[in-house]
């Protein structure tokens, strides 16, 4: 996979030389540039922002170094043999970015992200490139940060640990929190590691029984557990078909039931009456 950045701070992005994201780049496993945005000013002050037509608070990004940076990050990409660009808008009103874009995205050959500051980029940058590349604007939450940079180290080690090779055991993904298949809209329990006692602490004796059938339904309750407690939108929009039989004994024992009346409103689960929350 191919990364391009561009970013008036390239020092922030120097986590991308370090633990998974950095072995990968040293393997060849992910070819990472990182471009400075100011390069593709032509004043004497590298400026990069204006003030913003309409009037407000703040400044705007502005078309010419986006739009000169951008052309020189795609010709660059396509003379070096790269293709299928997606260009990666890190912002709050974009899509919420989950496990499941993360899949999307490791299955991407080339990603190019605009990391903006300030009120964002011109409009028109964004309009103008959706006609050449897809374009995916992605919120990592509903809150607002000083620049675009943090997501993109979130969105970047999120993407790079599914590619083939960077986890030193391909199966380690499989069971986490929102990963496709019987997680998809779990979190993942507890785990535990060697003392089996810690400060008159053990692990739970059904670890430590080789019996790999109920080893497998702990964990699944557990995560159901975890869910219900941290995460219970999760569950309320669960379909009923995604929970076998032991599943479903297990929601009932923590407080819920199918809700016959909620389908339509794009819930599938309530807490049982009398059950608090």
Same mark, same amino acid.
């Given at each position: ?7 008036? &701070? ?18 060849? =496993? ?9 390069? &593709? ?6 400026? /990069? ?22 052309? @020189? /990050?795609?010709?660059?990409?396509? *003379? ?5 660009? @997606?260009?990666?808008?890190? @912002? ?6 989950? =496990? ?30 959706? @006609?050449?590349?897809?374009? =995916?604007?992605? #919120? ?15 969105? $970047? ?5 599914? %590619? ?7 199966? #380690? ?19 535990? $590691? ?46 009923? !078909?995604?929970?076998? !039989?032991?599943?479903?004994?297990? %929601? #009932? ?23 608090? *929350?």
């Amino acid at each position: 996979m191919r990364l391009d950045i561009v970013t008036i &701070f390239p020092e922030y992005l120097e986590p991308l030389n370090v633990s998974l994201v950095g072995k990968a780049r040293a393997r060849g =496993q992910l070819d990472v540039h990182i471009h400075d945005l100011r390069d &593709f000013t032509y004043d004497r002050h590298n400026t /990069v922002d204006d003030t913003p037509y309409g009037g407000g608070p703040g400044m705007v990004m502005k078309t010419e170094p986006w739009g000169d940076a951008l052309d @020189t /990050v795609l010709a660059d990409g396509y *003379e070096s043999g790269a293709h299928a660009p @997606t260009l990666i808008v890190p @912002t709050p009103s974009g899509r919420p970015f989950t =496990q499941e874009l993360a899949v999307e995205l490791s299955e991407r050959p080339w990603l190019i992200f605009t990391p903006a500051r300030y009120e964002g980029i011109d409009r028109r940058v964004m309009d103008e490139y959706a @006609t050449r590349v897809p374009v =995916q604007e992605v #919120s990592i939450g509903d809150y607002v940060l000083a620049g675009g940079e943090a997501p993109v180290l979130v969105i $970047t080690e999120a993407v790079a640990r599914l %590619l083939p090779g960077v986890l030193g055991n391909a199966e #380690s993904h499989r069971d986490d929190s929102f990963a496709p298949g019987a997680m998809a809209s779990l979190l993942e329990g507890p785990v535990y $590691t060697k003392p089996p006692r810690w400060r008159d602490r053990d692990i739970p004796d059904v670890l430590l029984s080789g019996h790999h059938g109920r080893i497998a339904r702990w964990r699944r309750d557990e995560a159901l557990r975890r869910t219900t407690a941290h995460r219970p939108d999760l569950i309320r929009h669960c379909d009923p !078909k995604a929970f076998d !039989k032991k599943d479903r004994e297990m %929601l #009932s024992i923590l407080g819920w039931e199918p809700d016959p009346e909620g389908e339509r409103h794009g819930r599938f689960w309530r807490r049982a009456e009398g059950v608090e *929350e």
